[in-house]
């Protein structure tokens, strides 16, 4: 069993479920594009440190990140587009530290008034 080929799989599956890009992923994660494009193929392997940080990223087991085989990756499939994009903004927001998190916030808070005032004006 080629285990770099099972593991890459499953981080391209769950980058794309997530609608993210190699780019933006390895940003996150502070990982080269061109290595992470090697994972996901199955080409490289990685550390046990960057499978924990992605398997936390993706809010997944460890588990589930070396085991799941090709046979079982569509069983996620069928969440709707909302289900989707919720997935990706969480993952996203748990990789925030606690000062990105709180600058988050206050933006999302500035949004959130920003839109009410445009519908009060019909905007």
């Not at 996203?92 to 933006?107: A, H, Q």
Request: aromatic share 10%; hydrophobic share 40%; charged share 30%.
């Amino acid at each position: 069993m080629d285990y770099n080929k099972i593991i890459g799989a499953n981080i391209r599956y769950e980058r794309r479920l997530r609608n993210l890009t190699i780019e933006e992923l390895s940003e996150v994660l502070g990982i080269a594009p061109g290595f992470l494009g090697l994972i996901e193929r199955g080409q490289r392997g990685t550390s046990l440190k960057n499978l924990t940080r992605i398997a936390d990223f993706f809010s997944i087991t460890m588990d589930t990140l070396i085991t799941r085989t090709f046979d079982t990756l569509g069983q996620d499939d069928g969440k709707s587009p909302l289900e989707l994009k919720r997935l990706a903004a969480r993952s996203l927001v748990d990789s925030l530290n606690e000062y990105e998190l709180e600058y988050f916030i206050t933006c999302l808070k500035s949004f959130v008034k920003l839109k009410n005032i445009a519908n009060e004006y019909d905007f």
